[in-house]
Nanobody, 126 residues
Framework: QVQLVESGGGLVQPGGSLRLSCAAS????????IGWFRQAPGKEREGVSC????????YYADSVKGRYTISRDNAKNTVYLQMDGLNPGDTAVYYC???????????????????WGNGTLVTVSS
């Protein structure tokens, strides 16, 4: 059974940090690109970061570039999103998605993602 399970969300003060994890099971992680997405209340889902199968190529939305870092440990079947310098605008439910093969041109819109997790809530507030 294919599963993606996000964890690591929570309440953090502005300027703080969190590390999200996306644990995969039921498929071979190193055959899939992994993307992190978020959806804030009343807004559409947006892609924030994506990593190639080997981890050698990463992509970031402009809004998080320099603050977020995506990484993967294929041996542990886990992908991470380190989030630093958080601000209230980062508040959202964060999801990971897995797509077979290479990163699709429209990955930020979710194109190419075959599996999705249920999300973890990140709240940035003082």
């Amino acid at each position: 059974q294919v599963q993606l399970v996000e964890s690591g969300g929570g309440l953090v003060q502005p300027g703080g940090s969190l590390r999200l994890s996306c644990a995969a099971s039921g498929f071979t992680l190193n055959e899939y690109v992994i993307g992190w997405f978020r959806q804030a209340p009343g807004k559409e889902r947006e892609g924030v970061s994506c990593v190639s199968r080997s981890g050698g190529i990463t992509y970031y939305a402009d809004s998080v570039k320099g603050r977020y870092t995506i990484s993967r440990d294929n041996a542990k079947n886990t992908v991470y999103l380190q989030m630093d310098g958080l601000n209230p605008g980062d508040t959202a439910v964060y999801y990971c998605g897995a797509g077979l093969g290479t990163v699709a041109a429209g990955w930020r819109l979710g194109y190419g993602m075959d599996y999705w997790g249920n999300g973890t809530l990140v709240t940035v507030s003082s």
